[in-house]
């Protein structure tokens, strides 16, 4: 999968981490061991002056020093377990402690990624998604079709249909997804659902209501000490591998938030990163807000998907009310 440079080190060092959280327990076993287990100090040291002296053998051409050596080792090794047989610890109490035995905790076995490695982006991608509680609830399995009927409902399940066509093949398809339509029609719920399979197949999702984005950039970009913060934005807006822009018309319309959207849409679209929008506003309603650039990238790159029928959110509270 694609991680960005940011979150690949900020798994690297949680990894870094576990190294010296383990490193620091074996130390406490040994120094506990050395100072409860009679004899089994000497043992140890034993092994680094055996080693020292059977190797000045070897250098003098002793063709036994070597089995002579290893054999030596291996008796030390056994008497070192049996000293702590008898203090009542496991023979491998001392042994380097490791949160993946696969892999020891560095992350890649025989230069591939690990499967701890693998859990690892997926819970930071949930994480960085600002999506983990919310697609907890908004997936696929949840999605229901109780709430339509007649056409409403064939045209909701051809557009159900299209959301998972385009989760399941997203990586190569290098479409976008554009929802539009009334109020509580299921459109944040479809992009929840399909920002699921996305994140559960490996891939970056950031998400962010359009009124939140273009408040976190402004913020950001009109704060000097905030230029860090910026660039990391910028770099991630550009680069993860599906972003979604929720409610597009509730920001406020200015010169800044105009010419920042027109450029995360430029950006993507010629980096082929994959885009889902969603908006309230009908099509005329898009055109007369937004620059006739920003309209025709969006009608040019994106698949439309138009959703109409009841109201869920109201449909829902009505029933809660009843009971």
Same mark, same amino acid.
């Given at each position: 999968?694609?991680?960005? &440079?940011?979150?690949?080190n900020t798994i690297m060092r949680v990894y870094e981490q576990k190294q010296t959280r383990n490193r620091h327990v074996r130390e406490d076993r040994l120094n506990f061991v050395y100072s409860n287990v009679?004899?089994?100090?000497?043992?140890?040291?034993?092994?680094?002056?055996?080693?020292?002296?059977?190797?000045?053998?070897?250098?003098?051409?002793?063709?036994?020093?070597?089995?002579?050596?290893?054999?030596?080792?291996?008796?030390?090794?056994?008497?070192?377990?049996?000293?702590?047989?008898?203090?009542?610890?496991?023979?491998?109490?001392?042994?380097?402690?490791?949160?993946?035995?696969?892999?020891?905790?560095?992350?890649?076995?025989?230069?591939?990624?690990?499967? #701890?490695?693998?859990?690892?982006?997926?819970?930071?991608?949930?994480?960085?998604?600002?999506?983990?509680?919310?697609?907890?609830?908004?997936?696929?399995?949840?999605?229901?079709?109780?709430?339509?009927?007649?056409?409403?409902?064939?045209?909701?399940?051809?557009? $159900?249909?299209? #959301?998972?066509?385009?989760?399941?093949?997203?990586?190569?398809?290098?479409?976008?997804?554009?929802?539009?339509?009334? $109020?509580?029609?299921?459109?944040?719920?479809?992009?929840? #659902?399909?920002?699921?399979?996305?994140?559960?197949?490996?891939?970056? $999702?950031?998400?962010?209501?359009?009124?939140?984005?273009?408040?976190?950039?402004?913020? &950001?970009?009109?704060?000097?000490?905030?230029?860090?913060?910026?660039?990391?934005?910028?770099?991630?807006?550009?680069? #993860?591998?599906?972003?979604v822009i929720d409610d597009l018309g509730t920001e406020q319309s200015t010169p800044f938030s105009l010419s920042?959207?027109?450029? $995360?849409?430029?950006?993507?679209?010629?980096?082929?990163?994959?885009?889902?929008?969603?908006? &309230?506003?009908?099509?005329?309603?898009?055109?007369?807000?937004?620059?006739?650039?920003?309209?025709?990238?969006?009608?040019?790159?994106?698949?439309?998907?138009?959703?109409?029928?009841?109201?869920?959110?109201?449909?829902?509270?009505?029933?809660?009310?009843?009971?």
């Amino acid at each position: 999968m694609s991680l960005t &440079n940011t979150q690949y080190n900020t798994i690297m060092r949680v990894y870094e981490q576990k190294q010296t959280r383990n490193r620091h327990v074996r130390e406490d076993r040994l120094n506990f061991v050395y100072s409860n287990v009679k004899g089994y100090r000497l043992l140890d040291e034993s092994v680094a002056t055996l080693s020292v002296s059977q190797g000045k053998k070897m250098l003098n051409g002793d063709p036994n020093a070597l089995i002579e050596l290893k054999k030596q080792l291996h008796q030390l090794s056994r008497d070192k377990k049996e000293l702590l047989r008898q203090a009542g610890l496991p023979d491998d109490y001392l042994e380097p402690v490791y949160d993946c035995p696969d892999c020891h905790d560095t992350g890649y076995v025989d230069g591939k990624k690990c499967h #701890c490695f693998r859990q690892a982006e997926i819970a930071l991608l949930y994480q960085q998604s600002n999506l983990k509680e919310i697609l907890a609830k908004e997936n696929f399995d949840t999605l229901s079709y109780e709430y339509f009927e007649g056409d409403t409902l064939s045209d909701f399940s051809a557009i $159900v249909q299209k #959301c998972r066509d385009f989760a399941a093949s997203f990586g190569s398809n290098g479409r976008n997804l554009f929802f539009y339509g009334t $109020v509580g029609t299921g459109k944040t719920f479809l992009s929840n #659902c399909i920002a699921r399979e996305v994140i559960e197949s490996g891939h970056s $999702v950031i998400y962010f209501s359009a009124s939140m984005l273009f408040d976190t950039l402004s913020r &950001n970009a009109f704060d000097i000490k905030r230029q860090d913060n910026l660039d990391y934005l910028y770099n991630d807006l550009y680069n #993860c591998d599906l972003l979604v822009i929720d409610d597009l018309g509730t920001e406020q319309s200015t010169p800044f938030s105009l010419s920042h959207l027109f450029t $995360v849409l430029n950006e993507r679209i010629k980096r082929g990163k994959g885009m889902i929008i969603s908006t &309230n506003l009908s099509l005329s309603e898009l055109k007369e807000r937004y620059q006739d650039r920003i309209f025709s990238r969006i009608t040019s790159s994106f698949d439309f998907c138009k959703l109409t029928g009841p109201d869920i959110r109201m449909y829902r509270k009505r029933l809660a009310n009843r009971k």
